[in-house]
């Protein structure tokens, strides 16, 4: 008796310690409405609006970096605009958080999500509620009053392409990298850098396997690549959705020995293909800056919330960097804030 | 009688699909016993076939862990983390050491809990792992360290040494720590074979009361190896910071399954009881090479999963089926014995 006593006890506790782990996630965003109470007022007397964003992964510098635009709008403005998100890339976590924000006394939400159809209800929930909900890496998504690319996805992928064209001396057989066949921003991007390579680059040759999944993880892009390169030692690139199969393809590409012969190219952040780039592996990588897509996300819910909607139209000034012009389709908007990143100007990113 | 005793063991027919399989691969591809390809495969080997060491202890022992990929996901980040804070720049054995002793107090807690709580241990340790998870995330606020303390650094480029292919001139270097993995090996079979520690612990997972009754201390044994296949996490947490030259908490993602399935391929009883360190080498092996090759064979990105999963279904499916048919000759052995005993009464 006593012996079961005991351990229903321990059961209680371990539920309570597993709530307690997985409830560590919540308490940031518990936190975030006693500032949004405090700070009520504007610099300029005007209405104040909050602002909440969403990341898909506050332990990724991409996603920190995303943060300080966010911050830097908020100071700039007087407006109360927060970060919140996921711990880990997963997808079901930041539908909590979101579920958490619209429960608070928010005006807008600007969401980066992870899978667009899982957020789907939750977004309509919020809209509902009469929030203005603005997307970013999810085009043609419905369940927005807009969403904003930091350009368009057809034109990300043949700089991309281009880009490894010139590595590759415009001739050789590459491959691309994905990091799921459900991502549907990388799977864009590839289609049309394919597109790109067939109509401008006759020489380049596509290899079988087409595309390769890496699942977002470093490692499996090292070992994917390695064995890409045994099927095909004549292999001259590779091209990479993912932040992490750059990186990943030029550490199995320098420990082959191939360096200078094999390039990969493709989505890529100075703090991870840093080394990379030194190397030569990684000739350059392109990305957009998130701090700027953040700052843009935000000013765009302002104008929205100020009713200047009817503004939003092609040719719209943002007043940021890479949104001076946008383009307006719809309920799609795309910036041209395609950024190069190479050897020489990698220590200008700090993400 | 030898050749007889052999075919009854698992690890015979285990080796006999990596052979096949190699041989399939080097008819398909022309790579496969080229010498950086051994060089590689080797080199995938070290951090699942220490994980499926230490986890083949806790199968041996009738219980389970699914906590291992995330004890080692904390030890690594959180001793990474630490050098890069204390700017640590001494040898970077104590890096190891740090992940040893962190790797065994979790895993001992998974034991204490197991022995004394007595609930499936499945539960205890899906439990734990979204400790340790939330713990890295939450606590020590976990990120992607790109750029390594140098310790970790200098490791991450010790090469034992280099081969090249004449064929394709692709290089591979032999990684310094296989010696981990040869260590970890050696370690696991000489305690499950030669001490009496490893005859506790087949005892505990063949039927555990029979084992208290004998005299084993089996809450003891309990602790011990789940501490153990904690510690061994611990140390190939690290060993895969210095192998992947970076950080990035994703990296034992989905790790749980796969190396349980390898142990399995290998020839323990997911029941207990039974196995050998050997035969989970050789299913670690296996594995890597279904996995490591599909590119090779040719199989296309959207049939991998596919393949993978028949693979290991097919394995484990050789394996039970072996199981299966041993008991059926006991039983059958038994029914003759009593037929035997009718026959002689009458």
Redesign the interface.
């Known amino acids: 008796m006593k012996k079961k006593l005991m351990s229903m006890v321990l059961c209680v506790l371990l539920i309570a310690a597993m709530t307690v782990g997985c409830g560590g996630q919540e308490t940031p965003a518990s936190t975030g409405t006693t500032s949004e109470t405090e700070s009520t007022d504007t610099a300029d007397g005007g209405e104040s609006y909050t602002i909440a964003t969403v990341v898909k992964d506050m332990s990724d510098p991409w996603c920190l970096r995303h943060q300080e635009g966010v911050e830097a709008y908020a100071e700039e403005t007087g407006y109360n605009c927060y970060v919140k998100g996921p711990s880990k890339t997963d997808s079901a976590e930041q539908i909590q958080v979101l579920e958490n924000l619209i429960e608070q006394d928010i005006d807008a939400l600007c969401v980066v999500p992870i899978d667009p159809e899982a957020c789907k209800p939750v977004l309509a929930k919020a809209r509902e509620k009469g929030i203005v909900v603005i997307t970013h890496e999810a085009e043609g998504f419905e369940e927005c009053d807009y969403d904003l690319e930091a350009f368009n996805n057809q034109e990300y992928g043949e700089a991309m392409m281009d880009e490894l064209a010139e590595a590759m001396g415009e001739e050789g057989k590459y491959v691309t990298m994905v990091a799921f066949l459900s991502s549907t921003s990388h799977n864009q991007w590839m289609d049309a850098a394919v597109a790109h390579q067939k109509e401008a680059y006759p020489n380049m040759e596509l290899i079988p396997e087409e595309r390769i999944e890496c699942e977002d993880n470093m490692d499996m892009a090292y070992n994917k690549a390695k064995e890409i390169i045994k099927k095909y030692p004549d292999i001259k690139g590779f091209l990479g959705a993912s932040s992490y199969d750059p990186p990943g393809a030029a550490k199995a590409i320098d420990e082959l020995g191939m360096t200078g012969q094999i390039h990969a190219v493709g989505t890529g952040v100075p703090s991870v293909s840093q080394p990379y780039l030194e190397s030569g592996s990684n000739p350059c990588v392109l990305c957009w800056d998130p701090a700027l897509s953040g700052k843009a996300m935000c000013q765009l819910a302002v104008m929205i919330l100020e009713g200047n909607e009817d503004q939003i139209q092609t040719g719209l000034d943002l007043g940021i960097e890479g949104y001076n012009s946008v383009t307006v389709d719809g309920t799609n908007i795309s910036g041209n804030a395609i950024l190069v990143i190479d050897k020489e100007n990698m220590a200008d990113y700090a993400f | 009688m030898k050749v007889k005793r052999l075919l009854k063991r698992n690890e015979f027919y285990v080796a006999l699909i990596i052979v096949v399989l190699s041989l399939l691969i080097h008819a398909k591809?022309g790579?496969f016993f080229t010498a950086?390809?051994l060089v590689?495969l080797a080199r995938?080997l070290i951090v699942p076939g220490m994980m499926a060491s230490g986890l083949f202890m806790v199968i041996a022992s009738g219980n389970i862990d699914v906590s291992f990929p995330y004890t080692a996901m904390l030890c690594m980040f959180s001793i990474t983390k630490l050098f890069q804070i204390m700017d640590y720049q001494g040898p970077v054995i104590l890096g190891f050491i740090l992940a040893a002793v962190i790797g065994a107090l979790l895993g001992a807690v998974n034991g204490v809990?197991a022995a004394?709580?007595?609930?499936p241990t499945l539960i205890?340790t899906l439990?734990t792992c979204?400790?340790y998870?939330?713990?890295t995330?939450?606590?020590l606020?976990?990120?992607?360290i790109?750029?390594l303390p140098a310790p970790l650094a200098d490791m991450a480029n010790t090469n034992l040494f280099s081969v090249?292919s004449a064929?394709?001139?692709?290089?591979?270097?032999m990684h310094i720590s296989i010696f981990l993995l040869i260590a970890t090996l050696l370690i696991v079979g000489f305690i499950m074979r030669y001490t009496m520690l490893g005859r506790g612990i087949y005892a505990v997972g063949g039927d555990p009361v029979a084992a208290e009754r004998v005299g084993f201390n089996v809450k003891a044994i309990t602790v011990f190896v789940f501490a153990f296949c904690g510690l061994v996490g611990g140390v190939t947490g690290l060993t895969?910071v210095t192998l992947?030259?970076?950080c990035?908490?994703?990296?034992f993602?989905g790790y749980e399954m796969t190396i349980i399935a390898a142990v399995v391929l290998g020839g323990a009883n997911i029941a207990g009881g039974s196995g050998s360190v050997f035969g989970t080498f050789l299913g670690v092996l296996l594995m890597k090479l279904i996995s490591?090759?599909?590119?090779?064979l040719?199989i296309?990105?959207?049939w991998?999963k596919l393949m993978t999963g028949v693979l290991i279904i097919l394995g484990v499916c050789v394996s039970a089926y072996k199981m299966v048919s041993a008991e059926r000759k006991v039983t059958s052995n038994i029914l003759k014995a009593a037929d035997g005993e009718e026959a002689a009464h009458e």
């Open positions: 591809s790579q950086n390809n590689d995938s809990l004394w709580l007595k609930l205890i439990g979204t400790i998870l939330g713990f995330q939450g606590v606020k976990s990120s992607v790109s750029v090249r064929a394709t001139n692709l290089g591979s270097s895969q992947s030259g970076m990035q908490i994703n990296f993602d490591n090759n599909l590119i090779l040719g296309p990105t959207e991998s």
